[in-house]
């Protein structure tokens, strides 16, 4: 089975608005991942996040984690429509197999 | 620096043929992934390996098979094709430099007829 549940599947947002995801995960972890997709293309690595760690940023890019609550979110501030992408996450369980566990994903419209 | 680099992208097969899909990786990385991704449901764990020489199940592992051939390429093997195959295979790898970073490839859309 899966490991992380992502919420909401799709969403739609204007240039210039915030885009917010949210993952849930079952297990305990060592550390969370984001990943993008474009259309027809491989997975890119955006950022991670240790299980230590409660907030990350990168660039336009915050990432949180809430170990409590099995629950992390990514927020892309000031969103471009070259963000449109589907976004994951995905976990990597605290035994630190590299086993990289995904969700089913977020799929993120930017009107221009 | 090529990265991941898969082949085939593109096949298509009969129901029962069997197929390899290949996997190389100029990077040096100790561990190596076979997923499957499918419309609605991420990716998926079909086998990994964590060194040369090893290989483990992941989430989905029935129906396929891996090799492990040397520390630059992973193979994945359908020894008889069924139509719930058909899906969009990723390869990636990781290695101790990379951290917990995971490089991907560029996919093979495999469907079975």
């Known amino acids: 089975s899966q490991q992380g549940e992502e919420d909401p599947q799709a969403l739609s947002i204007q240039e210039g608005e915030n885009a917010t995801m949210n993952c849930s995960y079952k297990?305990?972890?060592?550390?969370l991942q984001w990943y993008r997709q474009n259309s027809g293309r491989g997975l890119v690595h955006l950022i991670l996040?240790?299980?230590?760690?409660r907030e990350k940023h990168s660039g336009r890019l915050r990432v949180t984690l809430d170990t409590s609550k099995k629950s992390s979110s990514l927020l892309i501030t000031a969103s471009r429509a070259a963000d449109t992408a589907s976004y994951f996450c995905?976990?990597?369980?605290?035994?630190?197999?590299?086993?990289?566990?995904f969700g089913q994903g977020t799929t993120l419209q930017v009107k221009p | 620096n090529a990265g991941v680099t898969q082949t085939p992208k593109f096949q298509v097969l009969k129901t029962g043929q069997s197929m390899t899909l290949q996997c190389a990786q100029d990077?040096?990385?100790?561990?190596m992934y076979w997923y499957r991704q499918d419309p609605g449901m991420g990716l998926r764990l079909i086998y990994y390996?964590?060194?040369?020489?090893?290989?483990d199940k992941g989430e989905v592992p029935n129906g396929y098979n891996v090799s492990r051939l040397n520390k630059r390429e992973f193979s994945l093997r359908l020894e008889s094709a069924a139509p719930s195959q058909t899906s969009v295979y990723f390869c990636?790898?990781?290695?101790?430099?990379?951290?917990?970073?995971?490089?991907f490839g560029e996919g093979s859309w495999l469907t079975v007829v």
């Open positions: 990636a790898s990781r290695g101790s430099a990379s951290g917990n970073t995971i490089y």
């Open positions: 297990t305990s972890i060592n550390n």
């Open positions: 996040i240790r299980s230590n760690e």
């Open positions: 995905a976990t990597v369980g605290s035994s630190n197999t590299g086993k990289l566990i």
């Open positions: 990077m040096n990385h100790n561990s």
């Open positions: 390996s964590a060194s040369e020489g090893t290989t």
